[in-house]
């Protein structure tokens, strides 16, 4: 199926003369150019009207959607119910690019439809004919019921020496044109033809109706939903315009410096459709300079795991690799757990610094790398407290080789802030977790350290404020594995009817950083049985059960298909969602409203976060400009991915 639409698409390019100047019209036309020839059985059964759910009904709308469905998956867009429509029926496409802005009413439109003018200039489109683009649907009207009776897409528009223009198209199921049994074929019109009645257009902007006090219907939708959008209509847009409508409308142009006449001239929707257009760009635009300037501020770090070789790439199903790294021997320094070895610059015993968190590792929990030996002293590597890889000097008696538990290991991931549990060479399980915090006066300090560690003491509860940490294992000097904790308030015992501490609060920031640097894992049993409290009475009397805090210095972040559904709240929603009935927000606001992946990209979604609760994936530009500083820092480095 590839090499045909490729071929098509190639012909097709060939047939205008040069490249569409839209992909998405692009994209929709070689899917529609792929199904030339089709024909429907005698009894009526297509396979788009099948698809659209009447496999016998009527299917020209069906054929269309069939194709932009067929374009979104193949290509990995998502143009459907945003560029085009998923219609059943003409009436109801018309409708939704009415909505939207983007209908051009032609040859007087159907009876009621209010004459329009371009935005740009003011002109109407009686007096300027609109030209179709290729990718427009065309929309016709048959038997002078006034209402749409059929619709195709515009593939190209030729004219002729004495100006005459004809509209090329794709159809299927078109009952006056062409034969029996239905086919897709492709027809031609003249620009004039009677029969047709508007297009549905790609671009936004472009046409608009006067409007005023006691005006209905879709375009007034669109005009309010604009209102809206730029916070100066309150109320759900309803297609009427009334009083609150034309005193919205009177504010708006008093704050634009036009006269309050609160009707929707030519002047004020040109305005107001500049603004949204402004509004929008900078909205996107200042969501990727947010995204690229956090993962610039990460190169240096970026660079320096890459050239140490510590993680890099990460896959926790990898069941072979992560288990070989949870079982390989490590070197440690053979001196208490909690007990600090001061690093030297040289082989030379001269201490390498007085900083507080740097300059030193901790004893037998902590894994070092060994670079060089040299006269009796060891050149050693691993994470300090600042999550830095740090290098340094120590005498070479005071290292010792450690065989690590080959029953049980444990990976946190950085990146998706996950705990995988292993048991012999098998992922048990996964579990949320919260490491440290990396934004506030404290970031570089509430880090959790990455590295490879032990779990070597079984410490029990303890009180970080007004917060309770329970079953908490040391695994990297003052750093604990525990579980999550409970806030109490005040001289109050606890906050619930049980005497129990109040756990929603750091529950609700599992998934994502949260922690002073301890590693905080989820109370409740997931659905595999597993949770802190199974950790704590499994392991807190194994020895030597590896832990690895995962960097994510160094590593891709996943792509996610641009067509993937994801979830927000269109009630003000901060976050947007993995699931559709996401157990993190409240019931009154289920199910959760789809858009695509896509979308984040788009205003007004470019302020949405995901949501770590049920695994949303990471902002779409975020990931591509976190990705291309991985490449940048590898280039920088001469090395190979």
């Given amino acids: 199926m590839k090499s045909i639409i490729t071929l098509m698409l190639a012909a097709l390019m060939l047939l205008t003369g040069s490249a569409l100047a839209d992909e998405r019209a692009e994209m929709l036309l070689a899917a529609a150019v792929n199904e ?53 029926s003409c009436e109801g496409g018309a409708q939704w690019f009415k909505e939207r802005g983007r209908y051009v009413t032609v040859n007087g439109g159907l009876r009621g439809e209010a004459e329009q003018f371009y935005l740009s200039d003011g002109v109407c489109v009686a007096d300027r004919p609109y030209v179709p683009q290729p990718g427009d649907l065309i929309y016709i009207e048959w038997y002078k019921y006034n209402r749409l009776d059929h619709v195709g897409i515009v593939e190209f528009v030729t004219q002729d020496a004495d100006g005459t223009y004809w509209v090329h198209t794709i159809e299927g199921n078109n009952h006056i044109l062409g034969p029996t049994p239905s086919v897709v074929g492709r027809y031609v019109y003249r620009l004039d033809d009677p029969s047709i009645r508007g297009y549905g257009i790609l671009q936004e902007g472009l046409v608009s109706s006067a409007l005023e006090m006691g005006s209905a219907g879709a375009e007034v939708v669109a005009f309010q939903k604009a209102l809206k959008d730029l916070d100066y209509y309150e109320s759900e847009p309803g297609g009427k315009f009334g009083k609150g409508t034309v005193e919205a409308t009177k504010r708006f142009q008093e704050a634009q410096g036009l006269e309050a006449t609160g009707e929707a001239d030519w002047q004020t929707q040109k305005v107001m459709t500049q603004l949204l257009r402004d509004r929008r760009e900078k909205a996107q635009a200042e969501a990727q300079a947010r995204a690229e300037q956090k993962a610039q501020e990460k190169l240096e770090s970026v660079k320096a795991a890459l050239a140490s070789n510590w993680f890099g790439e990460f896959d926790p199903y990898d069941e072979k690799a992560a288990w070989d790294r949870l079982t390989a021997d490590v070197t440690v320094l053979d001196v208490d757990q909690k007990e600090r070895v001061f690093l030297s610059d040289g082989p030379d015993g001269k201490r390498k610094t007085y900083d507080a968190h740097r300059g030193f590792f901790y004893g037998e929990s902590v894994a070092v790398k060994v670079l060089e030996k040299r006269d009796g002293w060891a050149k050693i590597e691993a994470y300090n407290d600042y999550d830095e890889l740090e290098q340094g000097w120590v005498r070479e008696g005071r290292l010792k080789t450690v065989h690590p538990n080959q029953e049980y290991g444990i990976i946190v991931d950085k990146m998706t802030q996950r705990l995988y549990i292993y048991k012999e060479g098998k992922l048990l399980t996964t579990l949320l977790c919260s490491t440290g915090i990396t934004t506030g006066s404290n970031e570089e300090y509430n880090e959790t350290a990455s590295g490879e560690f032990f779990l070597c003491s079984a410490t029990g509860g303890f009180w970080s404020g007004n917060l309770y940490c329970d079953q908490a294992i040391r695994f990297n000097g003052g750093d604990l594995l525990h579980m999550v904790p409970a806030v109490y308030y005040g001289d109050k015992v606890g906050v619930n009817a049980d005497g129990t501490g109040d756990f929603s609060i750091c529950e609700r920031a599992l998934g994502k950083r949260a922690s002073h640097g301890c590693v905080r894992v989820q109370r409740k049993e997931n659905e595999d049985g597993y949770n802190h409290q199974w950790i704590w009475k499994t392991m807190r009397g194994k020895k030597n059960v590896k832990i690895i805090i995962w960097d994510d210095d160094g590593r891709r972040l996943p792509e996610t298909e641009k067509s993937a559904a994801v979830y927000y709240n269109p009630e003000g929603g901060k976050m947007y969602h993995a699931l559709e009935r996401c157990p993190s927000v409240r019931s009154a606001y289920l199910p959760l409203t789809g858009i695509t992946y896509a979308d984040l990209l788009r205003y007004p979604f470019t302020e949405l976060t995901p949501c770590s609760a049920c695994s949303a994936p990471e902002r779409p530009e975020v990931v591509s400009s976190w990705n291309s500083l991985i490449d940048k820092a590898y280039e920088e480095l001469g090395m190979t991915p």
């Fill in 36 to 88: 030339l020839g089709y024909t429907a059985t005698k009894g009526g059964y297509s396979k788009y009207g099948e698809w659209g759910g009447k496999a016998y009904g009527e299917w020209c709308s069906e054929f269309v959607s069939w194709c932009v469905n067929f374009a979104d998956e193949y290509y990995g867009v998502s143009m459907l119910d945003n560029d085009y429509p998923l219609q059943t």
